[in-house]
């Protein structure tokens, strides 16, 4: 027999089993403040003298329980030992719990309030002085089969770098390799529960997976677990969510949000099965699941309406753009890669950068005027796009894809790397692999190798040869002028010079850049010498 028994002192559940275990009843989702504890604990019967078993250990963990304590029942019925544990918080090097030294029941002196508070302030001071974001402690989980395994490290990586973006702390990492992936867990049963253990050992909230996760199977680690749980596509959402500013970004973000959920409604709670009452909704009449499903549809087709009315907008300011005489530039590449200050670089507009990835999520539009011989050059507009990631969830795809439309009207494609990146190689396919997609393999386009003050000149040297790239490093205005040279170079094929107005020094005609997509930034001090084209050759 076992009681649960509140912090107050009252019994809230009698639970009877048989000789071997009980069956808890369903306490529902842990809600409560990091490190706080379920307020219950949990006092029950042994009838063979048994320690603390493994069942009893992991109810203490997942349900996050005051204490568990056993009671030795003896062959006269009288009590024996009490066999007590609690959890303990720590660096997951240990075990997540402590089992105190069996003593006789008249013996026992714990003070079970003093106990929890104790408990209470260690984790707090955990959450102080650990690793904790702004949304909380996860801990990365990455499962894979064995064909796979040689790339485990770096997605690890790439998802560490996501859950800094997003805010989340990360609090440890975990890589299983297997022979197959588990179609319920996706990690094995065995390893759930170390996972499960861990997280209760290091005040960990949310579990996030480095794959896409299918309903069902997020409902039963959820369920397993007791813990939060997030695939990679609902981590760059919320990721989007944040950083989303303009209203075009903000409705590409919800439309993705919708698509993802919709699937997943029918999991969300078991109320919305029952029937609505009421006139009109009597009988076998449309559900509450229904209804929620029809109104999500409802929304995702209102969101779709408004995207494609802005989507004509910006066809339009394109026309008008297109009508004049500017060249038009879009810088891609992989997210982080410094797109935005290397932009910012050109223009000399001052532009959101952070070493965060999908820092932008607003295409942005500015107006730089390209020296040569100490003379204006060239006036062209640079537009910044939103960074690509390996795996991009296919609705955020789909929803931002008339974002990189952009790039799809520009003269030159500016594709940016990151000298600094170990897996600059992969990022080059995976943009690349974007840029078919979209129709943009024909468009001209120049490779820049980024942030060369981050790495080595002899790395620097050979990854510029492979990718015949141009070098430099965008917080430096020093060495963007072999670039420059290049993009003169490339933009006197494709796109003729314009006529220059000697008189003003100015191009007559000049298409202006929206101010709802941009404002004109200032002229970038960017003077392009002969060295420097001999650079860019």
Not at 441 to 463: F, G, M, Q
Request: one cysteine or more; proline letters at 4%.
């Amino acid at each position: 027999m076992g009681a649960l028994v509140h912090r107050s002192g009252h019994v809230d559940y009698v639970v009877v089993g048989d000789a071997h275990k009980l069956m808890l009843p369903d306490l529902g989702r842990l809600r409560a403040a990091s490190g706080r504890f379920r307020g219950l604990r949990l006092i029950h019967t042994h009838l063979r003298g048994e320690p603390l078993t493994k069942d009893d250990l992991v109810d203490l963990t997942r349900l996050r329980l005051d204490l568990v304590a056993a009671l030795e029942v003896l062959e006269d019925g009288q009590p024996g030992l009490v066999h007590v544990a609690h959890v303990m918080p720590g660096d997951g090097a240990g075990e997540p719990f402590r089992k105190l030294t069996p003593v006789p029941l008249s013996r026992l002196t714990i003070d079970p309030q003093a106990l929890v508070r104790a408990l209470q302030e260690e984790f707090a001071r955990l959450g102080r002085d650990g690793v904790r974001g702004k949304d909380g402690r996860a801990i990365l989980v990455h499962v894979c089969d064995k064909m796979h395994a040689g790339g485990a490290e770096e997605s690890m990586r790439e998802l560490c770098e996501l859950a800094r973006s997003a805010g989340v702390g990360v609090a440890d990492t975990i890589v299983q390799v297997r022979d197959a992936i588990d179609p319920r867990y996706i990690l094995g049963k065995g390893k759930l529960e170390e996972v499960m253990l861990r997280a209760m050992q290091l005040d960990v909230e949310v579990l996030i997976f480095d794959r896409e996760l299918a309903p069902k199977q997020a409902a039963a680690i959820e369920e397993a677990t007791d813990l939060r749980v997030l695939d990679r596509s609902q981590l760059i959402l919320d990721i989007f969510a944040q950083r989303a500013e303009s209203r075009d970004g903000k409705l590409q973000v919800e439309l993705a949000q919708m698509k993802y959920l919709l699937p997943r409604l029918a999991l969300k709670d078991d109320a919305l099965s029952r029937l609505t009452g009421g006139i009109g909704g009597r009988g076998p009449g449309e559900t509450k699941l229904e209804i929620g499903r029809r109104r999500a549809r409802e929304r995702v087709h209102a969101l779709e309406g408004q995207l494609e009315e802005l989507a004509r907008q910006r066809r339009q300011r394109r026309r008008r753009r297109d009508a004049g005489t500017e060249a038009t530039v879009a810088v891609v590449g992989y997210t982080n890669a410094g797109k935005s200050t290397l932009v910012a670089a050109l223009t000399g507009a001052d532009l959101h950068r952070e070493d965060l990835l999908f820092a932008t999520l607003d295409t942005r539009s500015r107006r730089a005027r390209l020296r040569a011989e100490g003379r204006v050059a060239r006036q062209v507009v640079v537009t910044d796009t939103v960074g690509f990631v390996r795996d991009m969830p296919e609705h955020l795809f789909a929803a931002f894809r008339a974002t990189f439309e952009e790039a799809g009207t520009a003269d030159v494609l500016i594709h940016v790397l990151d000298a600094s990146d170990p897996s600059v190689d992969d990022h080059v396919e995976a943009t690349e692999r974007v840029l078919v997609e979209l129709g943009l393999e024909a468009t001209p386009r120049i490779r820049v190798l980024n942030k060369i003050d981050r790495a080595l000149p002899p790395v620097v040297a050979a990854l510029a040869r492979q990718h015949d790239a141009i070098a430099v490093s965008a917080i430096d205005a020093g060495t963007l002028g072999p670039l420059v040279a290049r993009l003169l170079d490339v933009l006197a094929r494709v796109a003729p010079v314009p006529a220059l107005d000697a008189a003003s020094g100015t191009w007559a005609a000049a298409a202006s850049v929206d101010e709802a997509e941009a404002t004109e930034g200032a002229d970038a001090a960017l003077d392009v010498s002969e060295k420097d084209r001999a650079a860019s050759a």
